[in-house]
């Protein structure tokens, strides 16, 4: 190994990859290892989180608060640009790992590091999203991978590396998938889940109720948003990491928000996954409901043909790129009328538009009845129709 590495920020969570990563650098690298954290919403796990990283030798801890900030700058973004991966992904993981690599490279400018590390395996995506952030701070920083340079291969190597250096590791029973929390949501793969066919227990779920298990009274809630941007529920102004926690509570109360499906990785193979997004899903489906009154129809259509590529650069690890940049200033111009309130109904699994309004609105019930009014005149609707035609009935006229 290299010996000219004299400082090392790794992002660290405090569970086994990250236990034995943090001994193995200072054993591998011979130098000073900083631990950093960051707390986006993934619970209790995060108060242990210090002193472990104590115990296991860092040279200094920093667990940052960020939670505000991941909501308001990075999931809120999203709920703009009404993101969603391959039909079914709202970009949980993939939208908390930029935010996780800034962090840590505002620690490597505070401490003078020269060298970053993660726990990130060689297979799966989170590597390219984490180490494209890192360049894009630093062009010449120094990435350290593990999974990609050591000779452990599995959980039972990293377990007896680990009690064979007395690396302080809580007991670590056989579990049946892998699973990473933040504010927006909990996901769940690997183990019994990679069997596309077999049904996930109920009880892997953390989020969410069992929608057969949900209340037999449905709940009505309403969310306020300011060009595109949530900012009430139920009347009551909330910060953004407040705003999702409470919907977090009520979405998963009423068994809203889980999702089973198959995706396409960035490195090239599928991937099954089961996600909760209680909160998510209702901020989805209510800033959706809100464009349909505020917005043009030329221009959510134009918008709505940029979801795939918005949601395929953030999956894929580009939030920090000129063309991440480009599609935010568009999606920014296109939010600045959806202002007003949507009223949703959550009942066992199901999350229900059933009022919108907003004094931006351009539904005009008298523009949309079917009785005689002012503005169209439905004979006018001959001519348009042959004009649009045109083209059709000369095609078949030729024989075509």
């Avoid at 400082?7 to 950093?36: H, M, N, P, R």
């Avoid at 990785?265 to 899903?281: A, C, D, I, L, Q």
């Avoid at 001519?383 to 078949?396: E, H, Q, S, T, V």
């Amino acid at each position: 190994m290299s010996k000219d590495v004299k400082k090392i920020v790794l992002a660290y969570s405090g569970g086994l990859d990250t236990s034995v990563i943090l001994t193995w650098l200072q054993e591998e690298y011979e130098c000073a290892v900083i631990a950093f954290c960051a707390d986006i919403g993934q619970g209790a796990e995060v108060e242990e989180v210090r002193q472990k990283a104590a115990a296991a030798g860092a040279s200094a801890v920093y667990v940052e608060d960020l939670k505000e900030e991941f909501v308001r700058d990075f999931v809120f973004p999203l709920v703009k640009a009404n993101a969603v991966y391959e039909g079914g992904y709202l970009l949980g993981t993939s939208i908390a790992r930029p935010l996780i690599a800034k962090g840590q490279m505002e620690v490597v400018r505070k401490e003078q590091a020269d060298a970053v590390a993660h726990g990130a395996t060689g297979k799966g995506n989170d590597q390219v999203r984490f180490e494209l952030t890192y360049y894009h701070f630093d062009p010449n920083i120094r990435v350290i991978a593990p999974w990609r340079e050591w000779d452990l291969r599995s959980r039972e190597a990293l377990i007896r590396y680990a009690k064979d250096r007395g690396i302080p590791i809580t007991a670590i029973p056989a579990k049946p998938y892998s699973s990473d929390r933040n504010l927006l949501h909990i996901s769940f793969e690997g183990g019994i889940l990679e069997d596309p066919w077999r049904e996930p227990e109920d009880a892997m779920f953390v989020l969410t109720t069992a929608p057969e298990q949900a209340p037999d009274k449905p709940l009505y809630c309403e969310i306020d948003f300011a060009e595109g941007i949530p900012v009430g529920v139920d009347g009551k102004k909330l910060t953004p990491a407040q705003l999702l926690a409470q919907l977090n509570e009520l979405g998963g109360a009423h068994g809203i928000g889980r999702m089973d499906m198959v995706e396409n990785r960035y490195v090239g193979m599928k991937s099954r996954g089961v996600y909760e997004t209680p909160g998510g899903t209702i901020l989805h489906r209510a800033h959706r409901a809100l464009e349909s009154i505020t917005m043009d129809r030329e221009v959510m259509h134009l918008r709505d043909s940029l979801i795939p590529k918005i949601a395929e650069l953030v999956y894929y690890g580009y939030w920090y790129s000129p063309e991440m940049d480009l599609m935010r200033t568009i999606v920014d111009e296109t939010q600045r009328d959806v202002t007003g309130t949507v009223r949703l109904k959550l009942y066992k699994g199901n999350c229900t538009v059933v009022g919108r309004k907003s004094d931006k609105s351009l539904y005009h019930s008298g523009f949309a009845t079917f009785e005689e009014d002012e503005v169209y005149r439905h004979k006018d609707a001959e001519g348009f129709i042959r004009l649009n035609a045109l083209r059709l009935r000369i095609r078949r006229l030729l024989g075509r």
